[in-house]
């Protein structure tokens, strides 16, 4: 297994496809940063949002927003095998072809807990400094802290989500489309007419372990589902798929 996950991390390296996504999580999380702090949501001219400490703390766990990002390497890593036609090599190579996918797994989820642990820190930093410009609620390191933690699990969950939804749908345009029109059409409409159903899909789920509402200025964290829940919710859908994933690769004729 040592050395499968020493040749996933050779195969990552060997393109710019990780550092093109973490670069784009961190624009996309620098900018929501950056909206959050200093733009005011319509409805809410007279309301000092930054005086709560609740919001600043939704203000930090934008580092969960290079969630998606996890999720499309992710399906990048095992789509692209079946795209470039490596993935006979790969098994031929390795016939048992769960230890090549848990191998995948194990890689991105490491690259998901580094990665995580960064955009945590430039987040925290960025909305310190930020908030210093502002009339506002003290920063606290406590509350990022209880951040770090959410960050962690959910990048490292949404990595290995990614990799079994790239081996279900092996086609790498389809894999990614059906997830982000999921992630960023269907959930949130289901979230918003029903909500007692949204709120136990995957993206609610993370928004419940990252504490924050994840819709806007009119998300509700009593709308979530509580943080132990969440993390159950979503490592639930996490081992679910990736079993399934497992199962289905296993059976299927790649010649």
Partial sequence: MNALIRSEFRKVFSTKLLWILSLSALGFMLLQIFLSVLVTPPGFEDLNQLMDPAYIKTIIASAGAASIFLLILGIVAMSGEYRNQTITSTFLTTPVRWR??????????????????????IAAITTMLLLGTQESAPFEWSAAFEILGGTLIGLVLYAILGVAIGSLITSQVAAIVIALVFSFVVEPLITIFFLSIGKWLPGSALNAILQTGGGGPESSASDLLSVPVGIGVLVGYTVVLAVAAALITNKRDIT
């Fill in 100 to 121: 090549v996918m848990a191998a995948k797994m194990i890689t991105f989820a490491i690259l998901a807990l580094g990665l995580a642990l960064v955009l945590w820190f």
